[in-house]
């Protein structure tokens, strides 16, 4: 039950190349502008602790929480590259 508590819906989008972009905005409109344009792609609910491929789903709850989005390029996080 504490599992469902803790579900975030997480819309992904793709953008240039490699990258994908995990937000809660449904419209991506926070996500960084020097890696768009972006076009959504999914939608998936995540739990902590729970895997998805292609993306470790607690670092993306982590950056979501701390900085409103979580990037990836080719699988790796690159968050940390665009944030002041």
Not at 56 to 62: F, P, Y
Request: proline letters at 6%.
């Amino acid at each position: 039950m504490a599992q469902l508590e803790n579900t975030m819906q997480v819309h992904i989008f793709r953008g240039q190349g490699r990258v994908f972009g995990f937000t809660l905005d449904e419209r991506g409109t926070n996500l960084p502008e020097r890696h768009g344009p972006w076009s959504p792609f999914k939608v998936l609910d995540m739990h902590p602790d729970e895997p998805h491929r292609g993306v470790d789903v607690n670092a993306c709850l982590d950056d979501i929480e701390q900085y409103g989005f979580h990037l990836t390029d080719a699988h790796e996080r690159i968050t940390h590259l665009n944030v002041a």
